[in-house]
């Protein structure tokens, strides 16, 4: 039977990574696919897998009352979405849809947590991993709220 | 705006040539973009039919009894016959020409600066990065290399706005959407639902788009923070800053060099800019208040 | 007649109330004379009646945020040395309109500004305000385009320089090499003489014109122990200069410490009051500024001085490039002595002193320059103790 463990092995996320980690990490993996318009995840729900997306296109929302729901970003092919599986209390903080169809890999928060415990080397993998995902993503953020284009008054 | 007692003094006719005299043009058209963003098409009004000019130049656009501006000069190089500008209204002589008619008068002076050095990047990929407005400026440096597109490799054009309204261009963009020997990618910093494309900071388009880094040119254009992460990105791909030109902003009365208000360090930007080779203006970013 | 020196232009000797005929003969010739005489305290430079107008018997104390006059012991027509104004402000007016325009219904009418005015002479001009002229010639006449204003007003000057016999409190045109003897550029050089009772010129010409106003001056060839006499006169000077800057590798030394902490010190003290950038005979930032009569039926265009102390100066949409008064006041001294040889292959100071007697806080730009080079050259070399101090 074909595993995800060769899908995985050329997603960018996992690149260079130990086979014999990957293959620890494949067993907490599984395909998925979100029809255009679906909600992935929603706020304040329970954050129990992150995906790494494959194809498609994902738009990470938040609802303001009044103005309806505002983009915050939109991720794409080879992407990492969410993270607030790896911290407590392992909530959702925005909302998740799919803008297109999108095939993605979903990773079980608990299934990986445990098998993190057990095996430190794959923790701390996964761990640095994440880190570079969260700067690049802090930095492209920060950007953003400068709001360069704006029409800035002293 | 102070008053002057008028002194009869006779004066001299018009001289051609004279840099600080406005030569007058008719407005044609005044186009709105976005919700402070228009688009003047000129002609003038008298004398020689065909304004010239390089893509990346700029005039100093001068409302009767208002004042002058600095834009950046927004057409096709190889149609003089039209002289267009793209202005974004935020300061009292901006909003003077929003609200100008067509057939209404405007003074031109220009065109003054360097120019995107476009025919440098012949057989090399041409990989344009614009934020807001500044795609205004970048505009004919792109319909320019568009005109002769067998002489470049790759094009590519980056560009960011802050929502989806303060796009520029919109129609056009699609036209050259449409083309297959093109690549185009549009962000957003924030939108609403009904947006579909991207949304995020330009240089998350990097990681997106192919073109050679090593046999490139980049031509950068936007706020100066824009510029600077996106050459930061551009850098990191493989562009050096001898391969990459910026266009830098400062306040300019002259717009000739004589009256020294746009010097940074020991340049004029109306004379050795607004269009730089990055590696020649990099000791000038990163040094507060310069 | 007068004998010709190795340049090939006259060296005379005339009596000092002769200079009066000088006057009159450039009158005759239709220049307006403009020279030194006192106004409210100082010496400034005015349109001139006669050599009687010039600040006879007065001379000048200046240092730091300081200028008195005090009345001489002798009648010196030229015993002072530079004041509050510079020639700037005959050549590159603190206002000139540079067009008008008139509304026709929905549009409007432009015309450029004539440029006739009278022709001048400047009697009195020092060796530095010589080479100040000279740097705002390279400034304005020599770029890609040219100032039409200052064009039309320096081809009909007619210059009669004045070689220093003594050093104000705050000169140091010897370290800029710039006096205190006036070397090129003039029509007439005068050193003025007075010992053992005469009281002379000796007049140096320097062009056809110069040639041609000396001759008509009674006067006789320059012998070997007046023209020695004058020359003594001004090597002196040039020993007893009130100040000092050491010009030789100051660009770089600026450039390598834009954030060199005397820049914080200057700005603690610094008023940011643009004074330095008026009296400055090389500044020459300008603004530019369009104004209508109440009615709106006419508009001009007039240019004024500016200076790059005002917040105003740098304002992009939504604030100034340099809001500090620190930026402020690096920009301009950076400029000046740094910078400028970037952009003019001179330097843009002159050794005048003007800043210095005029700022009112008395920031003096040879002692700036001073404490960033002597802090710089201890900091070059940490010795091996410190480093270990620090990183025990």
């Not at chain 1, 938040?62 to 969410?82: K, V």
């Not at chain 3, 292959?345 to 806080?361: A, E, L």
Request: proline share 5%.
């Amino acid at each position: 039977m074909q595993t995800l463990e060769p899908i995985l092995a050329e997603h960018p996320f996992f690149k260079n990574l130990d086979p014999k980690i990957l293959q620890v990490i494949t067993g907490c993996a599984t395909n998925v696919v979100f029809k255009a318009g679906e909600f992935i995840f929603r706020e304040e729900g329970d954050a129990q897998e992150f995906y790494l997306i494959r194809k498609g296109q994902v738009a990470l929302e938040i609802y303001a009352p009044g103005r309806g729901p505002i983009t915050l970003q939109t991720l794409h092919d080879g992407n990492i979405l969410g993270w607030s599986w790896l911290v407590p209390p392992y909530q959702w903080h925005f909302d998740a849809r799919a803008v297109e169809e999108t095939r993605a890999i979903a990773l079980n928060g608990r299934c990986l947590r445990t098998k993190c415990e057990e095996c430190h080397e794959l923790g701390y993998e996964l761990m640095k991993r994440f880190a570079f995902v969260v700067t690049q993503r802090i930095e492209a953020l920060t950007l953003q709220l400068l709001d360069v284009y704006g029409n800035h008054r002293s | 705006m102070a008053t002057t007692a008028v002194k009869e003094k006779p004066v001299s006719p018009v001289r051609a040539g004279e840099p600080m005299h406005p030569r007058p043009f008719k407005v044609l058209k005044n186009q709105p973009e976005t919700h402070d963003t228009f688009t003047l098409e000129l002609e003038p009004a008298e004398g020689p039919r065909e304004f010239r000019f390089a893509p990346g130049q700029f005039n100093m656009l001068y409302v009767y009894g208002f004042g002058e501006v600095p834009i950046s000069i927004s057409g096709d190089p190889a149609e003089p016959g039209v002289l267009v500008h793209t202005i974004r209204a935020v300061g009292t002589v901006t909003r003077a020409l929003e609200r100008l008619k067509r057939g209404e008068l405007v003074g031109v002076r220009g065109p003054f600066g360097t120019s995107w050095p476009v025919a440098e990047a012949q057989n090399q990929d041409l990989v344009i990065v614009a934020g807001g407005i500044g795609l205004a400026p970048l505009r004919p440096a792109m319909v320019q290399a568009l005109a002769k597109r067998e002489r470049f490799g790759k094009i590519v054009l980056l560009y960011g706005a802050r929502t989806p309204d303060d796009l520029l261009y919109v129609r056009e963009l699609e036209q050259w959407r449409s083309r297959l020997d093109l690549e185009i990618l549009v962000t957003v910093d924030r939108a609403l639902e009904a947006w579909r494309g991207n949304v995020g900071v330009v240089t998350t388009l990097f990681p997106r788009v192919s073109f050679d880094p090593f046999h490139a040119l980049a031509l950068v254009c936007g706020p100066e923070v824009m510029m600077r992460f996106a050459i930061l990105e551009l850098a990191k791909r493989g562009t050096p800053p001898e391969k990459t030109y910026l266009s830098m902003e400062r306040n300019m009365k002259c717009g000739i060099g004589l009256c020294g208000h746009c010097q940074i360090g020991s340049t004029f930007v109306c004379k050795e800019g607004p269009v730089y080779r990055f590696d020649r203006v990099k000791g000038l970013f990163g040094k507060r208040e310069l | 007649m007068s004998e010709t020196d190795q340049k090939g232009h006259t060296q005379a000797v005339f009596e000092a109330e002769r200079l009066q005929t000088l006057v009159e003969i450039l009158a005759r010739k239709g220049y307006q004379v403009i020279g030194p005489t006192v106004r409210d305290k100082a010496i400034v430079y005015a349109e001139l009646e006669s050599a009687r107008d010039l600040p006879v018997g007065w001379t000048d104390l200046q240092d730091g945020g300081t200028y008195r006059l005090e009345k001489r012991r002798d009648e010196a027509l030229f015993g002072y040395v530079v004041g509050p104004h510079s020639w700037k402000q005959f050549l590159h007016p603190p206002k000139a309109r540079l067009c008008q325009a008139k509304r026709k219904g929905e549009c409007f009418e432009s015309q450029c500004e004539d440029r006739e005015g009278p022709k001048r002479a400047f009697l009195g001009v020092r060796a530095c305000e010589m080479a100040a002229i000279a740097v705002q010639d390279r400034v304005l006449l020599q770029g890609t385009y040219t100032d039409p204003v200052y064009q039309a007003r320096r081809g009909k000057v007619v210059l009669i320089a004045v070689n220093c016999t003594r050093a104000g409190g705050t000169c140091f045109c010897t370290s800029m090499g710039t006096g205190p003897k006036v070397t090129s550029g003039y029509d007439i050089a005068l050193t003025e003489v007075l010992e053992d009772g005469k009281h002379y010129f000796v007049a140096q010409t320097g062009t056809e014109l110069g040639e041609e106003i000396v001759r008509e001056v009674p006067h006789q060839e320059a012998g070997e122990k007046e023209k020695q006499t004058a020359e003594g006169l001004v090597a002196k000077a040039a020993g007893e200069m009130g100040r000092t800057l050491e010009a030789e590798g100051v660009h770089d030394l600026l450039v390598a410490n834009l954030e060199h902490k005397r820049w914080d010190e200057a700005a603690r003290r610094c008023l940011t009051c643009g004074n330095c950038t008026l009296v400055c005979p090389t500044c020459f930032c300008t603004t530019v500024e369009d104004v209508t009569d109440l009615t709106g039926e006419q508009a001009e265009r007039w240019r004024r001085w500016d200076s790059c102390f005002t917040l105003d100066f740098s304002y992009i949409h939504g604030g100034s490039v340099r809001p500090s008064g620190r930026a402020r006041y690096r920009q301009w001294m950076t400029h000046k002595l740094a910078t400028w040889h970037d952009q003019f292959g001179t330097s843009g100071c002159v050794g005048c002193g003007r800043c210095i007697t005029w700022c009112p806080v008395g920031i003096d730009i040879t002692e700036e320059a001073r404490a960033i080079r002597e802090t710089t050259i201890s900091q070059a070399a940490p010795s091996g103790k410190e480093r270990s101090r620090a990183n025990p």
